[in-house]
């Protein structure tokens, strides 16, 4: 595989994820990535996002599962709902001594209705997960818009207003004071673009760690990708698999469906595994970080396992390269404010920031 992934020195305790029936993942075999400041964060982790699919309680289920299964990264956000759930299910296996939670890399986000109360949210996320300290804490959208939980996609809100560089920064400073009360070890950033980013490197005390960002098969973010890695800011790829739970107003006719792909579905017929399993094999060895969200026990395990075995093979991965059809999936159109003419508005296509 040819990436910086550092398999010599692994972090991950297997002696007892031992999990029937499959058996667990070998401690050894799962690969982690350091970042700038040295943190070491496992290039797989469980999403929590159930769409509206799922309650909180079968997602705290699917957690507690995901870590006995050898699951050491969970992907949270205050948004999800499900914090106060997922924090129960984290002290059972803390304390049963499936893991310690230095073992763990538990990842949330502040919410857009939250810029100017980063501590308090960051405080309240502590209380809900039951824990001491966050791994990573991500400003979630780079828009302090809010919208109802499960609105009409073309909702716009009155108050809702496009990126403004001395707002965000306001946030971001109370970002860096988590950092330094201790109540964060890392700090990054979500859905940013490029010239988003060139403003905030320029302007941030504590450099992002990472950006959160869409990334799938037909939806590669090949120059904002390169960009991140040029700048040492790691990438954590969201929707993995395509997003297929995804909720009806994130549909549009125009979506295209990874995997169904031929090149996926060649790969995965050759190594004998699902075609979502190629989707994330692809992302760990291009060199990203994944977070596929499933609750069931055995997709779980076909995802932790996938990446740590069979590698594709360099044809597979440039074909994979090629199919790239631009597609995002999660448009964000609810963030839009009012003179925003498309979704578009929100990614800054043009190179420049979209103004109001
Ligand atoms: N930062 C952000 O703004 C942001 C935005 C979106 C998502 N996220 C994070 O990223 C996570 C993942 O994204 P996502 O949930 O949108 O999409 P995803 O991980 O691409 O897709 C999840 C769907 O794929 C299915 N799946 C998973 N593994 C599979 C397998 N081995 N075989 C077949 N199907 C499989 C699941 O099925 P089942 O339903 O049957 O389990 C689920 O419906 C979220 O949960 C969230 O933590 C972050």
Redesign the pocket.
């Known amino acids: 595989m040819k990436n910086k992934m550092d398999k010599d020195k692994n972090i991950f305790n297997d002696s007892k994820s031992k999990f029937p029936p499959f058996g667990g993942i070998k401690g050894g075999s799962v690969p982690y990535k350091t970042l700038y400041n040295g943190a070491k964060i496992p290039v797989i982790g469980l ?3 159930g ?1 509206d ?1 799922y309650d909180a309680e079968t997602i705290a289920g699917a957690v507690k599962t995901a870590v006995k299964m050898g699951y050491r990264h969970i ?1 949270c ?1 205050s948004v ?1 709902g499900n914090e106060k759930e997922i924090g129960v299910a984290l002290k059972e296996v803390i304390a049963e001594g499936v893991v310690t939670r230095e073992e763990l890399w538990i990842t949330s ?1 502040v919410w857009n209705d939250k810029h100017n109360a980063v501590v308090e949210s960051c405080k309240q996320t502590l209380a809900d997960l039951q824990l001491d300290y966050l791994d990573l804490y ?1 400003v ?2 780079p828009f302090p818009n809010y919208h109802p939980p499960k609105c009409d996609v073309n909702t716009r809100q009155d108050n809702a207003v496009p990126y403004i560089h001395e707002n965000y920064m306001k946030t971001w400073s109370q970002m860096e004071s988590l950092v330094d009360a201790g109540l964060v070890k890392s700090i990054g950033t ?2 940013m673009t490029i010239p988003k980013m060139k403003l905030l490197l320029r302007d941030c005390k504590i450099k992002p760690v990472v950006n ?1 960002m ?1 990334i ?1 098969p037909h939806f590669q973010q090949p120059e904002l990708y390169k960009f991140m890695k040029d700048n040492g800011v790691e990438v954590i790829g ?9 909720p009806e107003r994130d549909r549009t006719p125009e979506d295209t469906v990874d995997m169904e792909d031929p090149v996926i579905v060649a790969a995965a017929a050759r190594l004998g595994v ?1 075609p ?2 190629v989707c994330l094999k692809w992302a760990v060895q291009r060199g990203q970080i994944t ?6 026990t055995d ?1 779980m395990f ?2 932790l396992k996938g990446i740590t075995e069979g590698p594709l093979t360099d044809e597979e991965m440039s074909a994979i390269s090629k199919i790239d059809k631009g597609c995002r999936l ?1 448009k964000g159109q609810v963030f839009l404010w009012k003179t925003a003419k498309s979704w578009e508005d929100l990614w800054d296509l043009s190179g420049e920031i979209t103004a109001g």
């Open positions: 999403g929590t996002f769409s699919n992907d956000a999800y986000k991500l979630h959208w979500s859905n959160e869409e799938h969201y929707s993995p698999i395509g997003s297929p739970g995804r699902h979502a399993v977070i596929p969200f499933s609750v069931k997709k076909n995802n999660i």
